[in-house]
């Protein structure tokens, strides 16, 4: 750039001193300093601009490396849920084939002799039926969906209300 010391400075003034003369060097200085105003006005708005586009770049930049990753993450999530499920299908196949295996010697077996003790397994429902594993597996995941609810209330014995006087 332009090196203006202030010896340059004071000798271009005085040259403009002797070429304007004294009555149109006050408004030649006004009209320097206006121009000298627009062009560092003009300088500041382009530098904005450009810095204003870096940093919408920046941040394009920064949303498809945000993208990427979130990419990434899901990708490892389905890989997990898969392998969950995997496992949990083998799991349910070691742990049903028992049941099957009994649930088949069960009904291979043929009608059980009677007891003399009465006929108690008469009474009991079909063995198989009752180790064999549920088809469907609950969506809910309910543990206790097979548990008899609790009774009702009325059949609960009637509580007493304490008493709250000497009687």
């Given at each position: 750039?332009?090196?203006?010391?202030?010896?340059?400075?004071?000798?271009?003034?005085?040259?403009?001193?002797?070429?304007?003369?004294?009555?149109?060097?006050?408004?030649?200085?006004?009209?320097?300093?206006?121009?000298?105003?627009?062009?560092?006005?003009?300088?500041?708005?382009?530098?904005?601009?450009?810095?204003?586009?870096?940093?919408?770049?920046?941040?394009?930049?920064?949303?498809?490396?945000?993208?990427?990753?979130?990419?990434?993450?899901?990708?490892?999530v389905r890989e997990a849920v898969h392998g969950v499920r995997e496992a949990a299908e083998r799991t349910r196949a070691e742990v049903s084939a028992p049941f099957?295996?009994?649930?088949?010697?069960?009904?291979?077996a043929g009608p059980a002799p009677a007891d003399a003790g009465g006929g108690r397994?008469?009474?009991?429902?079909?063995?198989?039926?009752?180790?064999?594993?549920?088809?469907?597996?609950?969506?809910?995941?309910?543990?206790?969906?097979?548990?008899?609810?609790?009774?009702?209330?009325?059949?609960?014995?009637?509580?007493?209300?304490?008493?709250?006087?000497?009687?």
């Amino acid at each position: 750039m332009i090196e203006l010391s202030f010896a340059k400075l004071l000798l271009l003034a005085l040259v403009a001193l002797i070429v304007l003369g004294p009555e149109k060097l006050p408004g030649a200085a006004r009209t320097a300093g206006a121009l000298l105003r627009r062009v560092r006005q003009g300088w500041d708005s382009v530098r904005a601009e450009v810095e204003r586009e870096l940093e919408v770049e920046e941040i394009r930049r920064a949303a498809r490396e945000a993208a990427a990753q979130a990419e990434a993450a899901q990708a490892q999530v389905r890989e997990a849920v898969h392998g969950v499920r995997e496992a949990a299908e083998r799991t349910r196949a070691e742990v049903s084939a028992p049941f099957a295996e009994a649930a088949e010697a069960l009904s291979g077996a043929g009608p059980a002799p009677a007891d003399a003790g009465g006929g108690r397994d008469a009474a009991k429902p079909d063995a198989a039926a009752a180790i064999a594993p549920p088809d469907e597996p609950d969506p809910t995941g309910d543990l206790f969906a097979d548990a008899p609810a609790a009774p009702p209330a009325s059949a609960a014995a009637p509580r007493k209300e304490p008493t709250h006087g000497g009687a």
